[in-house]
């Protein structure tokens, strides 16, 4: 038997779409640029939303309790971490047939994860408890 949680589907997320979720959701953003990344996360498309957020709608069913934890969790956790870590802002429901929630954090400059740029991350994680 397949339920809906089990099915992977992989809705399409485009601009249009993430400025309509924005726009409706959380209209004291509705004025803001939005611009997509190219280098998006596997689990997220992500979009620039003005100078200070991100809009990261999952790409897939995995990923889709993401927004809620972090949202609780993050915020308990960034005070004890060595390391910066993205500030929930809000998190968004399903609309326009996208089906899962999705989340809205502050900007957090840096680059993107990629195997060859955390080849090293025990090494950042041991100069940053060092600081």
């Known amino acids: 038997m397949t ?3 089990t099915v992977d589907i992989h809705p399409a997320i485009d601009t249009a779409l993430v ?3 924005v726009d409706t959701q959380f209209p004291q953003w509705a004025g803001l640029p939005l611009k997509p990344l190219d280098r ?4 997220h498309v992500i979009h620039r939303l003005g100078e200070r957020l ?4 999952p790409r897939h069913a995995g990923a889709i309790g993401q927004a809620r934890k972090e949202s609780v969790w993050l915020p308990r956790l960034a005070p004890r971490l060595p390391l910066a870590v993205p500030v929930p802002m809000g998190v968004g429901e399903p ?3 996208y089906p899962w929630p999705w989340a809205v954090s502050r900007w957090l400059d840096g680059e993107v994860a990629t195997v060859e740029g955390l080849a090293d991350s025990a090494e950042a994680a041991v100069r940053a408890t060092r600081r």
Do not use: H, Q
Not at 40 to 43: C, E, F, T, V, Y
Not at 54 to 57: A, E, G, I, T
């Open 19 to 21: 400025r309509r979720l």
């Open 54 to 57: 991100s809009v990261r709608p």
């Open 95 to 97: 609309d326009f047939g």
């Open 40 to 43: 998006s996360g596997s689990d």
């Open 3 to 5: 339920t809906e949680r």
